[in-house]
């Protein structure tokens, strides 16, 4: 599976976690390419930070961060580290749009193994089983 | 072909529906896998009064509303229904995000078949031609 | 590639630039599919004037900006023209969409080829390697 990270919401970060880590529990390999706003998410120091959901639900954020707390459910971040000591799981950052935003390798998360063209994300992609964009 | 919806925005809704119907009638298999804000799209309720479209093109909305209404252009919960009567469209709610988001398979509309496991839709979409997230 | 554009927004209109001119430089054909909010950034005058970014991530949009100028980035429909130039790059727009939104054929930029069915981009997106929706 190959997944490209375009977004930097909890919201979005907490299903990419729920998805890897499915994925993994059925012994597959997945690719997250990390791109635009995903790159924010996956910043040092934002990993642990983010609070930022879309604007588009606000009024339920108070109630999901309630449940979430409430029913222990791990951070999306916890998620992913796991996911990737369990399985196979690389996270590459979009070179272009690390240009763009002017982030370095070092900005990054270490969780982010390493930053890579697009081209590297459509030879992945073009092998994979399943393609998701979120 | 595999959806995961996660969005509960009539802008988002409609595509499904329409990409749905056209699935449905080239006799495609359509599963759609229903988590996070699109869970919202699918209480019970909800389904019919849902105005909700996303923010980034608000000044866009009343003249959306009124093309719609204009040209009797069903909703895409009629689409959907529509399609489901006439073709192989399976709708399941990831159980994970129910469980965050307290919602019980009571809470949905029952145009929802079932509250099934990431797992449900990996192996799905592993054997789908068409994987999208929206 | 089978790309469904549906946002019409520069933060997604960069990285369909991006993504296209990567698969052109590998050889890939690609189909773009621009429906609801993606016609909207696809219209005559807009594809030169739209500096729209989703909400969620407003305060960085000054910042992108100026890196965007000051690394003289090219501007998305600049990148995508130069990728249809070089490559198998075909845009089109969906026929639902433009009816809902009361757009003509001739309200778009001449970038887009031509309004097909969903059908169209359904057998298309059947054959393709790696489908998208962004």
Redesign the interface.
């Known amino acids: ?2 997944i ?1 990270m ?1 977004s ?2 909890v ?2 970060l ?2 990419l976690a ?2 890897t ?3 993994v ?2 012994d ?1 390999e997945v690719n997250i390419f990390v ?3 995903g790159l ?1 998410g996956f910043k040092k120091g934002m990993v642990e930070t983010n609070q ?1 959901f ?4 606000e009024e ?1 954020v108070p ?2 961060k309630e ?2 707390k409430k ?1 222990n ?1 791990p951070s999306w971040y916890d998620m992913l580290k796991k996911a990737k000591e369990t399985g196979k799981v690389r996270i590459q950052a ?1 070179s ?2 690390c ?4 982030i370095k390798k070092g900005d990054l998360d270490p969780i982010v193994d390493e930053v890579v ?3 590297t ?3 992945e ?2 092998e ?7």
């Open positions: 599976m190959t490209m375009y930097g919401t919201d979005k907490l299903p729920i998805v880590s499915g994925a529990s059925m597959m791109t635009f706003y924010l930022k879309i604007k588009d639900f339920f109630m999901i449940q979430l029913k459910i979009c272009t749009a240009d763009m935003l002017d063209g697009v081209g994300y459509l030879a992609a073009s994979s089983k399943v393609t998701l964009m979120m």
